[in-house]
């Protein structure tokens, strides 16, 4: 499993293969633990592995987020919808529950796991859908160097009603950039 440390995380990845041989070797209990969910969070999960998670050239990759003080799983953050051909990604991260929001801990994890995506699963471009009223996610993208493409109409359903998204993108060669002008 591969591991990143920053200052006061571990962000434990998950590819396909690892995301199947936890389930199973561990029980749901366990994996509850890791993952830092119960009920219809362990459910998404699950259904992940029921449902095989990866086609032809889709797959996932992502980190359980942890909090070295304690261990204890916060959030996740990862890729979904990764095109190993084409070699893009859309972006994706969560905290479990609202006390761990507004430390920080999200833009810790992203700066790393936005590099991993480039250089070592070769991406090209790292897409985010956000909700346009989601100022923290805004602010998070931006900070991080992703640059509005546009607004998608109806482009997700929640509760039976169709949302708009704000789609973002951070392409490689600007990743580098920005990284040559920072240091």
């Known amino acids: 499993m591969i591991e990143i440390e920053t200052s006061r995380l571990l962000l434990k990845g998950i590819d396909i293969s690892t995301f199947h041989t936890l389930f199973r070797n561990h029980t749901d209990q366990e994996l509850m633990v890791f993952f830092g969910v119960e009920g219809d969070g362990f ?96 602010k998070l993208l931006k900070k991080n160097g992703f640059e509005l493409e546009g607004r998608l109409k109806e482009d997700y359903c929640v509760n039976g009603i169709f949302e708009d998204s704000d789609s973002y993108c951070l392409l490689r060669p600007n990743w580098e950039l920005r990284n040559v002008r920072q240091k």
């Not at 987020?65 to 190993?84: L, M, P, S, V, Y």
């Open 43 to 138: 459910d998404f999960y699950k259904e992940i592995h029921e449902k095989g998670g990866a086609t032809f050239r889709i797959s996932q990759f992502f980190f359980v987020i942890q909090r070295k003080e304690d261990g204890r799983a916060i959030g996740e953050c990862g890729f979904h919808t990764w095109n190993t051909f084409h070699k893009k990604a859309e972006l994706y991260y969560k905290l479990h529950q609202d006390a761990f929001k507004n430390k920080g801990y999200m833009g810790e994890a992203l700066k790393e796991i936005i590099e991993f995506g480039f250089l070592k699963l070769d991406l090209h471009r790292i897409q985010a859908l956000i909700d346009p009223n989601n100022l923290p996610s805004f």
